[in-house]
RNA sequence: GCGGCUGUGGUCUAGCCUGGUAAGACUCAAGCUUCCCAAGCUUGCUACCCGGGUUCGAAUCCCGGCAGCCGCACCA
């Protein structure tokens, strides 16, 4: 059991996460990262870059603009779709979201309605209070977008992108040429996305400002799946629960209704918390999502969920949409700028895979599966995304030990991400690395002094080996790379 | 946004009811000690969320704000 007060203790005390503008009180879904969460974050978005990117010779990333303008998000649908009718009671003030409200009334569709064609329809329908009975107040238009003024005047509006994922549409044509019109193409991106919750709680979890990893892939059904057909494994197994269902470890092949390029992404993704953040698969699951939760532009979506015990079970982290031709279609006829490609002849405007990542709730997951208050406090990270890899001390702090301790950190630190520390005793230091996911620390001790060995310690069972000094370059590197485990050294 | 609870060194808590200039544990820093898993010793840094009010005097009582937690609502 994750105690998550202990957690976020270890977070504020040695470095990771907490809240932001804290010295003046802080503001409610801001969150800093200090300098172990900033690593950490790196290295995760590092891990991630490979990963995908190493999927497909043509995935390549890119980088744009946390503002966008207006007519951008106006065509996307953010400026009408993004947004909630909200309403409240003039008697008892409970608030309701009014398109909810009017729909259990009167069993409409009010999806997109302004907020005057809602009062209207209150009006109409005589609808009051559900709880009281009372009176409505007329209803208000919450965007969840934070607006911005561009400009000495502000005279051309803008808001801070809700999601990362326009600013690569837009620049699908550009990229269609400059690489050369090679299909099927990804563009990824990892940047920060904006949205001014009602509600942010539970941490990082849910934050006004938060950093998406996207992947997005352009291709034709039909013309262009052929790369993914190649790479397809059917066999692959993936933890999967489907809407009324419940969650089992399954083939990816057995989602018979699934297309193969989702299903191929599908199973990508789920190897990426296996394999790449060592997350146990009973932990991870793929939700599929029903009608009702779905965005009513995606045709397929499944969410990553990872099990977090503190916040209080399954919660997603990432997801697997597809977006169809909504997005390009939307930006080709509010731009006037051409989406489409020739296809035998024709032109095709092509279709959106979207992978999606939440980095801080991912951030968050390696924190809370790693972290482990037993018989001592220590988190497990796999050891490539760890903000230190290896720790150096001396034994003791006399008799040379620690001048050589320091000669082996500087042979280490060039090619790791090296610590050094001579406070207090050994085993203070180890618990200080256990407390940080730091896998491996390195102890000079006397016998160093004679024959140049030193001590690996292995921050999961404790165990130690002796080395010489010329091999642990090679020593970490395949341990940190997986190609040998510690026990293989024993 | 509504209701309830809460806010004290870096972290976690005591003190608040019954006003009189803040205590402990751990952590951290410097040093001593120490031949492998938070030992011990010495010294040291650091706090009453913010603002206003009552009072000779406020961490303590009152009002307002902010933040956090729980519940409701919300989560394109």
New binding site residues.
């Given amino acids: 059991m994750v105690d998550s007060?202990e957690l976020?203790?270890v977070c504020?005390?040695r470095g990771f996460i907490?809240?932001s503008s804290?010295i003046?009180?802080?503001?409610?879904?801001f969150y800093d990262y200090g300098h172990l969460g900033a690593l950490l974050k790196d290295n995760w978005e590092r891990s991630w870059k490979e990963y995908f990117l190493g999927l497909d010779d043509n995935y390549h990333m890119i980088y744009t603009p946390n503002i966008l303008p207006y007519r951008v998000l106006k065509a996307s649908?953010?400026v009408d779709?993004?947004s909630?009718v909200l309403i409240?009671c003039m008697r008892c003030?409970?608030?309701?979201?009014a398109d909810?409200l009017v729909e259990d009334v009167i069993d409409m569709n009010v999806e997109g309605l302004s907020a005057e064609e809602i009062d209207k329809t209150i009006e109409k329908h005589d609808i009051t209070c559900p709880n009281c009975k009372g009176a409505l107040s007329e209803s208000d238009d919450f965007n969840?977008m934070f607006s911005v003024q561009i400009g000495p005047t502000g005279e051309h509006k803008g808001f801070l992108r809700?999601?990362t994922a326009q600013g690569t549409y837009m620049n699908f044509f550009r990229e269609f040429r400059a690489l050369r019109k090679k299909m099927p193409m990804g563009l990824a991106t990892i940047g920060s996305?904006f949205?001014n919750?009602?509600?942010?709680?539970?941490?990082v979890y849910?934050l006004r400002e938060f950093g998406q990893a996207e992947l997005q892939i352009f291709f034709v059904p039909g013309i262009h799946e052929e790369v993914f057909e190649k790479k397809y494994n059917a066999e692959y197994r993936v933890n999967v629960m489907l809407v009324d269902d419940d969650t089992k470890l399954i083939e990816v092949d057995e989602l018979k209704d699934l297309p193969i390029f989702y299903k191929y992404h599908l199973s990508k993704v789920f190897e990426f918390f296996t394999d790449k953040m060592n997350l146990d698969p009973d932990s991870i699951r793929l939700r599929e999502l029903s009608d009702d939760?779905r965005?009513?532009y995606n045709r397929i979506h499944f969410d990553v969920e990872i099990f977090l015990e503190s916040l209080?079970g399954w919660k997603e982290v990432a997801g697997v949409h597809y977006r169809g031709d909504y997005d390009l279609t939307k930006h080709q006829k509010e731009s006037g700028t051409k989406m489409s490609i020739p296809i035998e002849g024709e032109r095709v405007i092509p279709h959106v895979l979207e992978l999606?990542f939440g980095v801080d709730r991912n951030i968050w997951s390696l924190l809370d599966r790693g972290f482990g208050d037993d018989d001592?406090?220590?988190l497990h990270l796999p050891a490539d995304l760890a903000p230190y890899h290896v720790a150096v001390f001396?034994?003791?702090?006399?008799?040379g030990l620690p001048e050589k301790s320091i000669e082996v950190y500087n042979r280490l630190k060039s090619r790791f991400r090296a610590f050094w520390?001579?406070?207090?005793?050994?085993?203070?230091r180890?618990?200080?690395m256990?407390?940080i996911g730091t896998p491996f620390?390195i102890?000079?001790?006397?016998?160093?002094m004679d024959d140049d060995t030193?001590?690996i310690?292995?921050i999961v069972s404790?165990?130690?080996i002796r080395a010489p000094i010329t091999e642990l370059n090679d020593i970490l590197r395949t341990l940190i790379n997986k190609e040998k485990t510690f026990s293989e050294y024993l």
């Fill in positions: 007060d976020e203790s504020k005390r907490w809240q804290e003046y009180g802080g503001e409610a879904g649908g953010h779709m993004f909630d409240h003030e409970t608030g309701f979201r909810h969840m809700p999601e996305a949205r919750e009602i509600s942010p709680r539970k941490g849910r939760e965005a009513f209080g999606s001592r406090k220590w001396p034994l003791i702090r006399k008799d520390d001579k406070s207090g005793s050994v085993g203070k180890y618990a200080r256990d407390e620390c102890t000079i001790d006397y016998d160093t030193v001590t310690r292995d404790k165990d130690q």
